[in-house]
């Protein structure tokens, strides 16, 4: 059965900490994950990953996958108030099926 | 406690003809989103319901697209005449408060919707 675990499922920190959020994958005829941030109603897409150890870079956010042992990680550096958000995985599989993680719900504090 | 769940999983339909999505929300979840994924794209919000009531259709196409969430059953995200442009997976997602206030919300594994 298709599965997706991120962890951990909350986090709290305070600003200027690095974070780094795991989601581990099993799904069939894998073809890419996606990171999203949700703040409000509608996930904002961060990254796609389709090859194993190239990390994506924008800004403070960083991520890279591992097909080997199916799994991925998003770093966050120097974390600001503004990264307080559910973060979402969502590995692609067949064609373009998607299935997402229950989330991170990462806390900044001032 | 089922998930979020979503019928049916693969839809093909002929342009022109009506396609009926359906989404059962876990148990104690009264909110409601839809969302639409379009090949090689990321999610775009379409609607947000609560229980009988459509509280932000701002994603919605003008026409031929419809949402409702009855007192009873299952939330329907209904497109009519269906074109190719409409082949897309469609999302659903529940959480149990306002996402604005903090609440988690849960995808359904998502309806794909084929027009031929």
């Known amino acids: 059965e298709d599965k997706v675990v991120q962890s951990p499922l909350s986090l709290v920190v305070h600003e200027g900490d690095t974070v780094t959020l795991n989601c581990s994958y099993e799904?069939?005829?894998?073809?890419?994950l996606l990171w999203y941030k949700q703040e409000k109603k509608a996930p904002t897409f961060l990254f796609m990953l389709?090859?194993?150890?190239i990390e994506k870079k924008s800004g403070r956010l960083s991520s890279i996958l591992d097909k080997k042992e199916l799994f991925s990680i998003l770093n966050i550096t120097a974390t600001q108030t503004g990264d307080s958000a559910v973060y979402l995985c969502?590995?692609?599989?067949?064609?373009?099926?998607?299935?997402f993680g229950a989330g991170t719900r990462l806390t900044v504090k001032p | 406690n089922a998930g979020v769940m979503q019928n049916p999983r693969h839809l093909v339909r002929r342009r022109g003809q009506e396609a009926r999505l359906r989404c059962s929300p876990m148990?104690?979840?009264?909110?409601v989103y839809w969302y639409r994924q379009l090949p090689e794209e990321g999610l775009k919000f379409m609607v947000y319901?609560?229980?009988?009531?459509?509280?932000?259709e701002s994603g919605m196409p003008k026409e031929r697209f419809s949402a409702e969430f009855p007192k009873e059953g299952p939330s329907i995200l209904r497109i009519q005449q269906v074109v190719r442009g409409d082949s897309a997976a469609y999302f659903c997602?529940?959480?149990?408060?306002?996402?604005?206030?903090?609440?988690?919300?849960?995808f359904g594994p998502g309806t794909r919707l084929t027009v031929t």
């Open positions: 997602a529940s959480s149990p408060r306002l996402l604005a206030g903090g609440s988690e919300q849960y």
């Open positions: 148990k104690g979840h009264s909110h």
């Open positions: 319901l609560q229980k009988e009531n459509i509280i932000d």
């Open positions: 799904v069939t005829n894998f073809r890419s």
């Open positions: 389709t090859s194993s150890g």
């Open positions: 969502a590995p692609m599989y067949n064609n373009n099926d998607m299935r």
